[in-house]
């Protein structure tokens, strides 16, 4: 099965629309182009040899006198499919051993036609190099983090069909160690320095060379002069002769003449621009040769997010069985339509804006939008189940789980992992797409929820967050868009959770307090009373001790209303370390005081302990040491009928520690042992901190 390029060349592993994938590929020598070109890539040696001297070349700074103050950038310019991705990775691969740190390809506009932001590439960017990058990190930021990992490595940035001069600017590395390879429609001006290379067609030796490799050696043998005119009509653009050698290829009892003969009919598309209407007859040609049910599909798969489709993508999108899409997306990807990517398939980046033209043309406005709901009702069922697998054994959601399809059920929490992980791209496209879409938003906000869901189940809150944080912003437009209170304040909580988390308290503390605004509009007790405690948390990271007091007093009067006594309990253990950080140690014990009798109305014996440690821990501050010993002694006996023994053995150190101070240090030393044999080890550096009595 051949590949279909916007390339003529053997394809790199690449990432969804925005990713960026690690072109492993090194070249034979550290100087020149090797010997041979790459299996597939035909012709460009001319381009070749000039992006080679254009490496070599002296800058304006090299001339001066004065080390280069930024990376050289090179420029490969041409219409798509006229193989510009190819050149340029030939190029890649050629060069690529002097860049010991990696060949990263980074695409930078959708397949919709709209330029991947910044912020999304650089993600994908610091993500190939183990970075972690802030939750809600802007495009400024993660622009500098970007310049700052790329000073101190060697690499080669491969900028694909980059949308304007100022896209590019933003990633240019600050070392003139690296090297970027820009590839775009037209110059990039304003980038200092650029070496522009523009291409068109192949020359006609190379484009029969092409056309070659999928109709065969010897139909080329039998007609030369007609292989000749059919790369002529192609305009010697590689993805169009892909195109029709795929259709050469799928029928074999075609002569390359009868084919030339049949495109030369095709009319031209005079609202194409004149150096792509090659490639619009080509796949017309292919296309109009479609049966009818795999001519609708190809239409709609111009809908597939990130220019990435499955076999479940296919059958929702055409509302036919899994099996049939899977077989109908073979037939395409044979024909060159589309480009295999392990258990996906790619849609050239030259064919999207036909196969969507297409689809615009002939499918009626409500068919588009029921093929979307099926798309994401899919999409949304299959995160559900992805997510499911995942629970224990005999739970609500395996039940649930074992009653679905099996085309839509992982067998294992890894292969539903595996399938998270490769799908991540075109899946958080897909919930971008459907909010931006906006008529379907019920539909949208359910797919957000199961993509939060099924990447926290998979990869942790924590590792998880940068899309969390993405994705809560989503919902919060959906929300603001239909005045949905309640998941406004959600949202908004979330979001702020993630600034607290990442040391942005004030943005934190500005999410807390409009979340606290949308809570009160949706008449949300939950919300209000979580947004309140939230913004006493926020004051307590700031320090500011006598607001965090205030909002933490207000959480707690609402829950006392509402008879909440876990969250009483707990927020009496907020109220408790704010005065304790504060010295207000009488007003301190009293808060520590009612969480202790909190807990033991709830029987939670372990959260009395707790708090009562704490109670201690503020006697001895205040100067009560006598009192602390008890009040310890009292919390470690409560943590023995428990059964906590690591938090009686953390008492049993406290205890000795307040006993050393009294003067008795065999007592003490009795205490510590008895800490010793709990833990099982010779020492014990476990530490009762004060939120552990919160909860």
Same mark, same amino acid.
């Not at 072109?23 to 550290?30: E, I, P």
């Not at 008529?439 to 990447?455: F, I, K, P």
């Not at 940068?466 to 909580?493: F, I, K, N, S, T």
């Not at 009192?627 to 919390?635: D, I, R, Y």
């Given at each position: ?458 990869? $942790?809150?924590? +590792?998880?967050?940068?899309? %969390? =944080? !993405?994705?809560?912003?989503? /919902?919060?437009?959906? *929300?603001? &868009?239909? #005045? ?78 509402? $008879?909440?006594? +876990?969250?009483?309990?707990? %927020? =009496? !253990?907020?109220?408790?370390? /704010?005065?304790?950080? *504060?010295? &207000?140690? #009488? ?109």
């Amino acid at each position: 099965m051949r590949t279909a390029p916007d390339v003529a060349g053997a394809p790199a592993r690449t990432g969804g629309s925005g990713g960026v994938a690690t072109d492993q590929r090194r070249g034979d020598a550290y100087g020149g182009a090797p010997a041979t070109p790459a299996p597939g890539f035909f012709g460009r040696q001319r381009e070749l040899k000039a992006l080679h001297g254009d490496i070599e070349r002296a800058g304006l700074n090299t001339i001066a006198g004065r080390r280069a103050a930024h990376t050289r950038v090179l420029l490969v310019a041409g219409q798509r499919g006229s193989g510009r991705t190819a050149l340029a990775r030939e190029l890649a691969r050629q060069v690529g051993r002097r860049y010991p740190d990696g060949v990263l390809h980074i695409r930078l506009t959708e397949p919709s036609g709209e330029p991947v932001p910044v912020e999304r590439t650089a993600r994908d960017l610091l993500g190939e190099f183990d970075i972690p990058v802030p939750p809600g990190a802007g495009e400024d930021e993660l622009s500098e983090m970007v310049r700052e990992a790329l000073a101190v490595r060697r690499v080669l940035l491969l900028l694909d069909d980059a949308h304007d001069a100022e896209q590019v600017d933003l990633l240019l590395p600050e070392n003139p160690d690296c090297l970027v390879v820009a590839v775009a429609r037209g110059p990039l001006t304003g980038i200092p320095d650029i070496r522009p290379c523009t291409i068109g067609g192949l020359d006609a030796k190379a484009a029969i060379e092409l056309l070659g490799t999928f109709t065969g050696s010897v139909r080329i043998t039998v007609d030369p002069q007609a292989a000749e005119s059919l790369a002529e009509e192609c305009g010697g653009q590689p993805a169009a002769l892909a195109v029709v050698g795929g259709w050469l290829a799928t029928h074999p009892m075609l002569a390359v003449a009868d084919v030339a003969k049949r495109l030369r009919s095709v009319p031209e598309d005079p609202e194409q621009p004149q150096g792509a209407r090659p490639l619009a007859r080509a796949f017309r040609f292919v296309y109009e040769g479609l049966p009818p049910s795999t001519a609708a599909l190809l239409r709609l798969l111009s809908l597939a997010p990130a220019g990435f489709a499955d076999a479940h993508t296919a059958s929702a999108l055409a509302g036919c069985s899994v099996s049939a899409a899977r077989a109908a997306l073979d037939d395409l990807a044979a024909l060159n339509l589309l480009r295999p990517a392990g258990e996906q398939f790619e849609i050239p980046g030259s064919l999207a804006p036909l196969m969507r033209a297409l689809m615009e043309a002939y499918d009626r406005p409500g068919e588009v939008q029921l093929a979307r709901a099926r798309m994401l009702e899919r999409t949304v069922r299959l995160l559900q189940s992805c997510r499911a697998v995942t629970e224990p054994e005999g739970s609500p959601a395996r039940k649930k789980l074992a009653a679905l399809p099996r085309a839509v059920r992982f067998t294992t929490a890894r292969a539903a992992a595996d399938w998270l992980s490769s799908r991540r791209p075109a899946l958080l496209a897909s919930a971008r797409l459907a909010v931006a879409d906006g008529e379907l938003d019920t539909l949208a906000r359910r797919l957000v929820s199961a993509l939060v869901r099924a990447l926290a189940a998979h990869q $942790g809150t924590d +590792a998880a967050a940068p899309d %969390l =944080y !993405g994705l809560h912003q989503l /919902v919060l437009g959906v *929300a603001e &868009r239909h #005045g949905l209170h309640r998941e406004e304040a959600a949202a908004l909580l979330n979001i702020g959770d993630l600034d607290a988390r990442t040391g942005r308290t004030y943005d934190a503390l500005a999410r807390y307090r409009s979340a606290l605004d949308a809570g009160r509009a949706a008449n949300d007790h939950y919300a209000t009373g979580r947004a309140m405690e939230s913004v006493g948390g926020a004051y307590q990271e700031l320090q500011d001790w006598h607001r965090a007091a205030d909002w933490y007093g207000r959480a707690l009067a609402q829950r006392l209303s509402r $008879g909440e006594r +876990a969250d009483e309990a707990r %927020l =009496y !253990g907020r109220l408790g370390t /704010v005065h304790t950080y *504060a010295g &207000r140690y #009488g007003e301190a014990l009293r808060q520590w005081r009612a969480a202790a009798a909190g807990y033991r109305r709830l029987q939670d014996l372990t959260g009395q302990a707790r708090a009562l440690s704490e109670a201690a821990r503020v006697q001895e501050y205040a100067g009560r040491p006598d009192e602390s010993l008890h009040t310890c002694q009292e919390a470690v006996e409560l943590a023995r009928l428990a059964g906590d023994s690591r938090l009686q053995a953390a008492l049993e150190l406290r205890l000795a520690d307040t006993l050393d101070r009294l003067g008795d240090p065999t007592a003490a030393r009795l205490h510590r042992n008895a800490s010793d044999r709990l833990l099982g080890t010779g020492t014990s550096t476990y530490e009762i901190r004060s939120t552990s009595a919160e909860g």
